[in-house]
C-alpha cells in the first residue's frame, strides 16, 4: 500500500488536564494512501493514557505504507496489522473510507451505511468546574447558543458542592435542557451512591464514569442500586472503554451509555459497529472524541449521521474550539446546538500537503 506520513502539531487554546499530566498541544499524523486510484486522508492523533504514544503510531503506520497490497481485498488485511495501535488503525481506516467514499461519489456517513441524508447531528456543550454562579452562567450562555444538551464537570469538589453547582444550572436552563454529569472516575463508591439519589432530584440524565474506569462490579451495583429510584439516573462509560473490550461491557450490563471515541476504538468503522451493538443491547451510543483535528471531528460526525432510526443522542463533537488552530476550516461547524455534517464526497476537505505547526 502506497501512503505518506506527514505530522502535524496544534496548540491548544487552554491546557488539557489528563490522569497522565497536562498537555498543551495535539500531536499527530496525517496519513494519505493510494486506494482504488483515488487519494483518502485520516488522522492519526494519539493521547496518552487513551491510545498508544505518538511514536508507537507512527511506527506502526510506517509498518503498514511499506507494505505490500493496494487491493481493495488486502485493506482488511493491512487494517489488521494494526489493530493494537488504535490511533494508527483510526487514521488508516479513515483514509481507505475517505477515499472509497470519494470513489463513489458520496459523503462518507452514507459509505458507512448511512440510508438517508442527514445534514447535522445534534451536540453537547461541556461546562467546566466552577462555584454555582460561575457554572449556571456558563450554561445558560451555552442555552443561549442553542445547546439543548450539556455536560458538566463535577469529581474535583464535595457531593454536595457538586449538587450544588447542578442545582443552579436547572434553575438557570430550566427543565427542557438535558443535563448530564461526568466524573471522570473521581468519585468512591460512598460518594456515588450519595449523589445519585440528589442528582436524580435535578433531573440529571446520566453520569459519566462515576468510578474507577477498571470497577465494572461497582458501576453494576451502582446502576442496579439506581433502577429502583424515581427518575433514575443513568450510568455512563467512557474511560472504561479504554481498557475493557465492549463486547465485555454490554455483556457485564454494567452501563446505560456508552461514551464512543472513534480514535480510542480505532477507525470510524469500529465506532459505528460498537454503536450498533450498543443500541441493540438496550444502551445509547454518545459519540464524542479526544480533542481531535478538524479530520477526526469530521469522520465522528459522519459515524453519528450513518446510524439508522433517528432522534440520535446529542454526541461530543463541540470539541474544536479547544484548538488555537487547526488542520483546515471546520468541516463540522456548531450552531444552534448541532454540528454540520459534510455532504461532499468522502469525509472532508483534504489539508494541503505539507508538515504543519502553529508554532
Known amino acids: 500500500m502506497t501512503g505518506t506520513l506527514e505530522p502535524f502539531s496544534l496548540s491548544l487554546s487552554r491546557p488539557l488536564e489528563t490522569a497522565c499530566g497536562t498537555i498543551d498541544a495535539r500531536e499527530g499524523v496525517l496519513v494519505r494512501v493510494e486506494a482504488a486510484d483515488t487519494e483518502g486522508v485520516g488522522e492519526a492523533t494519539?493521547?496518552?493514557?487513551?491510545?498508544?504514544?505518538?511514536?508507537?503510531?507512527?511506527?506502526?503506520?510506517e509498518r503498514v505504507l511499506d507494505s505490500d497490497g493496494d487491493e481493495p481485498g488486502s485493506w482488511d488485511v493491512v487494517l489488521g496489522e494494526v489493530r493494537e495501535t488504535p490511533a494508527a488503525r483510526h487514521g488508516l481506516a479513515l483514509a481507505l473510507a475517505d477515499a472509497r467514499a470519494r470513489v463513489t461519489g458520496v459523503p462518507l456517513y452514507r459509505h458507512l451505511g448511512g440510508g438517508t441524508r442527514v445534514e447535522r447531528v445534534p451536540v453537547n456543550a461541556t461546562v467546566g468546574d466552577g462555584s454555582p454562579e460561575t457554572t449556571a452562567s456558563d450554561a445558560r450562555a451555552a442555552v443561549a447558543e442553542g445547546f439543548r444538551a450539556l455536560k458538566i464537570k463535577v469529581g474535583a469538589r464535595s457531593v454536595d458542592e457538586d449538587v450544588a453547582r447542578l442545582r443552579a444550572v436547572r434553575e438557570a436552563v430550566g427543565h427542557d435542557v438535558e443535563l448530564r454529569a461526568d466524573a471522570n472516575g473521581a468519585w468512591t463508591?460512598?460518594?456515588?451512591?450519595?449523589?445519585?439519589?440528589s442528582l436524580a432530584g435535578v433531573g440529571v440524565a446520566y453520569v459519566e464514569q462515576p468510578l474507577s474506569p477498571a470497577d465494572l462490579a461497582g458501576h453494576a451495583a451502582?446502576?442496579?442500586?439506581?433502577?429502583?429510584?424515581?427518575?433514575?439516573?443513568?450510568?455512563?462509560?467512557?474511560e472504561t472503554l479504554a481498557e475493557t473490550p465492549i463486547e465485555r461491557v454490554l455483556d457485564a450490563g454494567v452501563a446505560d451509555?456508552?461514551?464512543?471515541?472513534?480514535?480510542?476504538?480505532?477507525?470510524?468503522?469500529?465506532?459505528?459497529?460498537?454503536?450498533?451493538?450498543?443500541r441493540e443491547a438496550g444502551v445509547t451510543p454518545v459519540m464524542t472524541t479526544t480533542i481531535d483535528a478538524a479530520l477526526a471531528?469530521?469522520?465522528?460526525?459522519?459515524?453519528?449521521?450513518?446510524?439508522?432510526?433517528?432522534?440520535?443522542?446529542?454526541?461530543?463533537l463541540a470539541?474544536?474550539?479547544?484548538?488555537?488552530?487547526?488542520?483546515?476550516?471546520?468541516?463540522?461547524?456548531?450552531?444552534?446546538?448541532?454540528?454540520?455534517?459534510?455532504?461532499?464526497?468522502?469525509n472532508a476537505p483534504p489539508p494541503p500537503d505539507g508538515p504543519r505547526t502553529d508554532s
Do not use: N
Open 257 to 278: 451509555v456508552l461514551v464512543l471515541k472513534p480514535m480510542v476504538l480505532g477507525g470510524p468503522d469500529r465506532a459505528r459497529e460498537a454503536a450498533l451493538r450498543a
Open 222 to 238: 451502582l446502576r442496579e442500586g439506581a433502577a429502583s429510584d424515581d427518575g433514575a439516573v443513568g450510568i455512563a462509560l467512557d
Open 319 to 346: 470539541t474544536g474550539g479547544r484548538l488555537a488552530e487547526d488542520l483546515l476550516a471546520d468541516p463540522v461547524p456548531i450552531a444552534d446546538g448541532s454540528a454540520r455534517v459534510p455532504q461532499e464526497p468522502g
Open 297 to 316: 471531528r469530521a469522520g465522528a460526525a459522519h459515524v453519528v449521521a450513518s446510524l439508522p432510526d433517528a432522534p440520535r443522542s446529542a454526541c461530543g
Open 189 to 197: 463508591h460512598a460518594q456515588a451512591r450519595e449523589a445519585l439519589p
Open 46 to 61: 494519539p493521547l496518552p493514557g487513551w491510545t498508544e504514544s505518538l511514536d508507537e503510531c507512527r511506527a506502526a503506520l
